[in-house]
């Protein structure tokens, strides 16, 4: 097979994206010529920067504060010349054009939004729902689309479709189906968009000339969030601005553009200018959240006989030559939100769900003891002060913490500092226990060189030393009536970077199971930050985050960067790229090659996008498509190939986010036999070899 195409790769219609639009002119109400040539310079500038649809709102061609002179032939037809003009204009326009317009039919009138793409007229969607109360009187101009006898419409020389229950599907770009409404549908019980989103649309678009009032702006952002959140969409509002009638009214010009509840881009209100907003909408998103979200599908299923009227027309966008970049910020610690209000209240989110597990579990048992085994490590740090604030809300005292460390062949004089000084701060039951002697002991029964002082540090010499720590902690367990508290973290189960059985792959309970390790480390520099714990424990949590990620197993001297031993991040890679390769293979299950598009646009220049602001500036990376397909490969190896007999056997721990689990009981369940060859060969034959 031939190398991938580096220009392809960098274009956003590569990877499951597409670029959605939504304008908001400066109407001249009752002058649809001009209305239509604001709409068409606005059209253009869509067209050119490669947005594949762009919305405008309400009965834009002529105004929707109007009134009376809506029922004006000269009107009327001027919004017939104003269309004609539009859809001539669009035969040299990359982008589907949305425009509302108040269109004869039946014999009646009809507030409609009119889809136009290359010349032609795709369809006509007419208002569904009318609105005649306080300040609204559409009833006295319009029929809704219940009123309709037929399904077609004569106009400008062709028949279109004329019904609500329309779907724009794009050929060329896989899962790109668009369906449409007009202003107050959305505030009904149940919009149309609904039936829309039911029926295959994922891009829902809503033409509104919706005036404000004290308050008005937020309700209309919680209505574009909901529904596309409960529609699992992306919905893009377009509402009048400046230049309707101010005669009873106010006009805002608010356009907003969401995807599954989260806001991508929004107007200028009050604005005097013309306004085109931009955003690019991750369909692969929606779809995986559609495919694994059973009550969408049951929806789809009892409605279905309503979903058969649905009528499909297709169009072709014609994909751009040149490569489209992504103008959407891609978050570098997904687990970890990079604004500061909202990382602090996740991770007391997450602190609360840990604590309150392991509350619950203690309480079930009637134990009133934990053992943990600190190392002086991020997780093991982390789940310690879990532990201390568990016994804490149980009303024990801290010194039911029964807290171990160990020192090995390699423990360093850094690590065991900061878990004495740790357990000494904390006021928890603070022991050490030299496993060496009892390692040397197995090594010497397995015939091992090691055991003699010979330097073979295999994998057999590792794991002698995590399995002795374990063994430990459960047979103190045992001695005290405890329970082993499991540090392991997520990344950690992902890679299969831990000792299996009698190790610490094993617990009674394991706090940190789905909790990444990236998000460990804010989860501790929130503890100092928030004054969790007193001050001298925050000086230590500091220097836990200060020292570098290893399991401490191999003599610092001996060490090899090449191999199993060494400092963690040089074996399975750097922690915050691989939790961002996991978040988005385990929640969206995204293909390699846009795993590797998304990660080298997040990484690929320190100077990029928000970092969050605990991490100093010399921490601060960036990373080559090289280095990411690198690091790729290695997670898709160790997390499809060798590492879920792990994950299938691992201890009972909460699960805290909605990126994920690894719990063979909860999120994930998977052969312990697979391959990744799938996963490898798509990474080998999506991904350029370099920028």
């Not at 190398?3 to 956003?12: G, K």
């Not at 709409?39 to 109007?66: C, H, K, N, Q, W």
């Not at 699992?232 to 509002?237: G, L």
């Not at 990382?343 to 079930?364: D, F, H, K, M, P």
């Amino acid at each position: 097979m031939s190398a991938p195409d580096p220009l392809a790769f960098r274009s956003l219609y590569r990877h499951g994206f597409v670029r959605v639009a939504a304008a908001v002119p400066r109407v001249r109400i009752a002058e649809p010529i001009l209305n239509a040539d604001r709409t068409i310079e606005l059209a253009r500038r869509a067209s050119d920067e490669r947005a594949a649809l762009v919305a405008f709102p309400e009965l834009g061609l002529s105004g929707y504060s109007i009134e009376d002179l809506l029922h004006q032939q000269a009107l009327l037809d001027g919004v017939l010349e104003g269309l004609r003009r539009l859809v001539a204009a669009s035969a040299e326009l990359f982008c589907a054009v949305v425009v509302g317009a108040p269109l004869r039919a039946e014999g009646g009138l009809f507030n409609a939004a009119v889809v136009v793409h290359r010349g032609r007229v795709l369809g006509v969607v007419p208002k569904s729902y009318l609105p005649e109360y306080r300040e609204f009187y559409e009833k006295r101009h319009f029929r809704a689309a219940r009123d309709l006898v037929g399904d077609e419409l004569e106009l400008l020389g062709e028949t279109v479709p004329l019904t609500p229950r329309l779907l724009f599907g794009c050929s060329d770009v896989p899962g790109l189906t668009v369906h449409v409404e007009v202003c107050e549908d959305v505030w009904a019980p149940i919009p149309p968009s609904t039936y829309g989103a039911l029926a295959g649309a994922t891009v829902l678009v809503n033409l509104s000339d919706s005036n404000v009032t004290i308050g008005k702006a937020d309700y209309r952002r919680l209505l574009c969030a909901s529904q596309s959140a409960r529609s699992i969409a992306s919905y893009v509002f377009s509402s009048a601005g400046a230049g309707e009638s101010t005669t009873d009214l106010a006009w805002d010009g608010q356009a907003l553009i969401y995807e599954n509840g989260d806001r991508l881009a929004e107007t200028e209100r009050f604005s005097d200018r013309d306004q085109l907003i931009l955003a690019d909408v991750n369909l692969d998103r929606l779809l995986a959240d559609r495919t694994t979200t059973s009550s969408f599908g049951d929806s789809v299923h009892d409605h279905r006989r309503t979903l058969a009227g649905f009528r499909r027309v297709e169009f072709e966008l014609g994909l751009p030559a040149e490569a489209v970049s992504l103008r959407r910020e891609i978050e570098r610690f997904p687990y970890v939100p990079a604004n500061l209000a909202t990382r602090n209240q996740r991770c007391e989110e997450v602190y609360s769900i840990q604590v309150q597990g392991l509350e619950t579990r203690l309480r079930a048992t009637g134990i009133e003891k934990v053992v943990i085994g600190v190392s002086g490590g991020l997780d093991s740090t982390h789940a310690l002060i879990v532990c201390a604030r568990a016994l804490d809300r149980l009303g024990l005292p801290r010194t039911n913490v029964l807290a171990y460390t160990m020192p090995g062949f390699a423990t360093s004089q850094m690590t065991l500092s900061n878990a004495r000084a740790l357990m000494e701060a904390l006021g928890v039951s603070g022991s050490e226990l030299d496993i060496r002697p009892a390692a040397t002991q197995m090594l010497r029964d397995l015939g091992h060189p090691a055991a003699e002082g010979a330097p073979e540090y295999d994998v057999t010499y590792e794991n002698v030393q995590a399995g002795e720590r374990t063994s430990h902690l459960f047979r103190l367990a045992n001695f005290h009536r405890a329970l082993v508290v499991g540090t392991g973290d997520l990344s950690e189960l992902a890679l299969g970077w831990s000792t299996y059985g009698v190790g610490d792959q094993m617990s009674h309970y394991n706090v940190n199971a789905s909790v990444p390790k990236t998000l460990i480390q804010f989860l501790l520099r929130w503890a100092i930050d928030t004054g969790q714990y007193n001050d001298r424990a925050s000086e230590i949590l500091q220097s836990v985050l200060d020292t570098a990620i290893s399991p401490e197993l191999i003599p610092n001297h001996d060490r090899d960067a090449d191999r199993p031993g060494a400092d963690s991040e040089s074996v399975v890679g750097p922690y915050e790229l691989q939790d961002f390769f996991l978040y988005y293979v385990l929640r969206f299950g995204f293909r390699p090659s846009k795993v590797a598009f998304l990660a080298h646009h997040a990484w690929r220049d320190r100077d990029i996008g928000p970092w969050p602001d605990l991490i100093p500036a010399e921490r601060r990376n960036e990373y080559s498509l090289a280095d990411v397909k690198r690091w790729l490969e290695v997670f898709l190896d160790r997390f499809f190939r060798t590492s879920q007999f792990k994950r299938s056997a691992m201890p009972n721990a909460p699960k805290v986010g909605s990126g994920g689990a690894l719990s063979p009981r909860g999120d994930w369940r998977a052969p312990s036999d697979s391959t990744a060859e799938t996963w490898l060969a798509e990474l080998r034959d999506g991904v350029p070899e370099a920028d």
